[in-house]
């Protein structure tokens, strides 16, 4: 019966096509990303502040450089010698800022994932179940959300006090209520899909509809969005640094750097360009490539 | 009565939107038979739909809602059943293939993948090479070349997504198929090719199906029996021989049958039946019908017609109530 079938409907015949050959979405995205070349160019910057942070005891030794003062050697203009220059207390910018990279990027990595996964647990939530769920959800994140965001992080500091981790606790609860909106509203956009009812009509789980079905159709702008907070909280995390909320003191970062440079900045302007320009190419980097994600992920915006 | 699969029993469905309560199904009786086919027939809005995902209880949350009436599908009473007990039932012992092959298969999954899935969900037990086995069976069965299931949805076409559609309603060889307009959204070729494998896999498993469509072409082909729907109410049920070429009709059903154009004779205009269905909002006190009944009495505006059983044709209209008696007269006399 079913090779008769077959041979009726003549979709059945041998194909010479290679279907083993996984062709998938992905290798699509990644072709309309590499057209972007400004979202390449970001790519490139990410790529090296990456291998930075990752070899950076390979390029310069942590205590020896970084931490080590050298009074003898302080406010040098830059040379073979001392790339980028020295700081106030003899410590090699160039040193300071590659391992300031590794605290920027894990922490700003960190906070991201962090708020990203409790905030898709609360938007996927709100946004599947809609109703009671989601209105009591989302109301105590606007309630989150009438706080500015970085008076919310300073709050949250000075409740725990300083050091890495409570920074990125604070961060990422004031980060979690942008995620779960976006999170739900594209949720919303996909709950009511007729491929989510015939899912439903096979007798799926609501969990597994959830992490099955509705998270992977909705996941583009969430890439998107967390692309750009990454650059958002690299910005914070300096920000809040500078004010001497973040690291604490001679751990080398790029916003604490520029804070301590500042009253140096006149003569030695070294002291607060290069951090400075440390933290503009990562968050030009990540807005770049956010941004040609963003075009790649979209197909309706492809040309 | 062993034979009965579904019997829903005096179905009552009402939609709860913010404007208004709307009557959906007012009513419905019908039974089918292990491996018989019902075609469902009405025009759109008519409750077709609404019946059937009452019978799988995917009604939309909160707004759907069965008021009145019970479904037994093999022996259990589905609107008594805890969810947790439909999600077993659902895809397993009754599946459902929906209108728009276009958009009931997720896109970002493989479709091996997806006809996986209902398996894995279903059998515990089932080893991946099991499962890997079953789905190339699968895709063969339906006439789609096994190699082609590692690839996504958008790349297959309408028919062919229509066929993966169907592989994942069949893959646990439920004993009941709800085919929710299953060629609606083809072109007649496909649909021909379709109708094919559904009625050649339903004979091979012994399926029992409700056909829902509004082309009578379909029904007459495919169908043991009709049921015709008209504004949540079932009007007339039979076999296709009583529907299609007894001479007592519900007026709806000429009227049904006379706007099907006739292809030996020349006209100029197509003959629908004049004006509308009645608001859904309002629940009728009399025959739906009444308003658009060439053959209307006084009576049918004021009371509902009762079901008038004429061996295996059903026919709900005041026309007939009295030809019933008279039989019932007749059959006493007998005794």
């Known amino acids: 019966m079913t090779t008769k079938n077959v041979d009726k409907t003549g979709v059945g015949k041998p194909d010479s096509r290679d279907y083993t050959k996984k062709r998938s979405q992905l290798k699509l995205i990644m072709y309309r990303f590499s057209k972007n070349r400004l979202a390449v160019l970001g790519l490139c910057i990410l790529c090296v502040l990456a291998l930075c942070a990752i070899f950076a005891d390979v390029i310069a030794d942590y205590q020896t450089m970084a931490i080590k003062q050298n009074i003898m050697n302080k406010l040098q203009p830059p040379s073979a010698e001392h790339w980028l220059g020295t700081d106030q207390y003899g410590r090699d910018i160039f040193a300071r800022i590659i391992h300031g990279a590794r605290i920027s990027l894990t922490m700003g990595i960190g906070t991201v994932l962090t708020s990203l996964t409790i905030g898709s647990i609360f938007g996927a939530l709100a946004g599947y179940y809609g109703g009671k769920v989601d209105n009591i959800i989302m109301r105590i994140m606007d309630v989150f959300l009438a706080i500015p965001n970085m008076l919310m992080a300073v709050t949250i500091v000075g409740a725990l006090g300083g050091g890495l981790v409570n920074l990125l606790i604070a961060m990422s609860i004031s980060s979690i209520p942008r995620f779960s909106r976006v999170i739900r509203s594209s949720i919303l956009s996909v709950r009511d899909m007729d491929y989510i009812e015939a899912a439903r009509a096979c007798g799926t789980k609501d969990s597994r509809i959830i992490y099955k079905h509705v998270l992977p159709n909705a996941i583009g702008p969430i890439i998107v969005n ?14 809040m640094s500078f004010i001497g909320l973040g690291i604490e003191k001679p751990m080398p970062e790029w916003g604490s750097m520029l804070s301590e440079g500042r009253a140096q900045m006149r003569y030695h302007p070294n002291l607060v360009i290069f951090p400075g320009i440390a933290i503009a190419l990562a968050v030009l980097g990540l807005n770049l490539v956010g941004d040609g994600l963003r075009d790649a992920l979209d197909p309706k915006l492809k040309n | 009565m062993n034979d009965v699969l579904l019997s829903i029993e005096n179905l009552h469905v009402t939609y709860r939107t913010d404007e208004a309560l709307v009557y959906a199904v007012n009513g419905v009786n019908l039974n089918i038979m292990r491996g018989e086919t019902l075609g469902l027939v009405g025009e759109t809005g008519a409750g077709k739909t609404t019946t059937a995902l009452s019978v799988m209880r995917l009604l939309p949350d909160k707004i759907g809602k069965i008021e009145q009436g019970k479904i037994y599908l093999d022996g259990l009473d589905i609107t008594a059943a805890t969810e947790a007990d439909m999600r077993a039932i659902r895809g397993n012992i009754v599946s459902m293939i929906f209108q728009d092959p276009m958009s009931s298969l997720n896109p970002v999954l493989r479709v091996g993948e997806q006809i996986a899935e209902v398996l894995r969900i279903h059998n515990d037990k089932l080893s991946k090479s099991e499962v890997d086995r079953r789905v190339d069976e699968l895709m063969e069965m339906v006439g789609l070349p096994k190699e082609r299931k590692v690839e996504y949805p958008h790349q297959f076409s309408g028919g062919m997504k229509q066929r993966v559609v169907i592989a994942i309603a069949l893959a646990c060889e439920p004993k009941l198929l709800l085919a929710d307009e299953p060629t609606t959204a083809l072109d007649v070729t496909i649909q021909a090719q379709v109708l094919a494998i559904i009625r050649e896999l339903k004979e091979m498993l012994n399926t029992s199906m409700l056909l829902i469509t ?28 009583d529907i299609f070429e007894e001479k007592d009709h519900h007026p709806y059903t000429v009227g049904l049958f006379g706007s099907i154009p006739d292809l030996d004779k020349n006209i100029d205009r197509l003959t ?3 004006g509308m269905m009645p608001d859904p909002t309002v629940l009728q006190a009399g025959c739906p019908f009444y308003d658009r009944c060439p053959q209307r009495m006084d009576i049918c505006n004021t009371e509902k017609p009762a079901e008038v059983m004429k061996g295996t044709h059903m026919i709900k209209c005041h026309l007939f109530s009295n030809v019933e008696k008279a039989a019932n007269v007749e059959k006493v006399g007998e005794v």
Not at chain 1, 226 to 239: D, V
Not at chain 2, 216 to 239: Q, S
Request: net charge negative.
């Open chain 2, 272 to 274: 629908p039946i004049e």
């Open chain 2, 214 to 241: 509004h082309d009578l072409g379909i029904v007459a082909e495919n169908c043991d029996r009709v049921a015709v729907m008209y504004a949540g109410e079932i009007v007339e049920m039979g076999t296709v021989e």
């Open chain 1, 226 to 239: 967390a692309t750009l907070s990454l650059a958002n909280t690299i910005l914070s995390i300096s920000g």
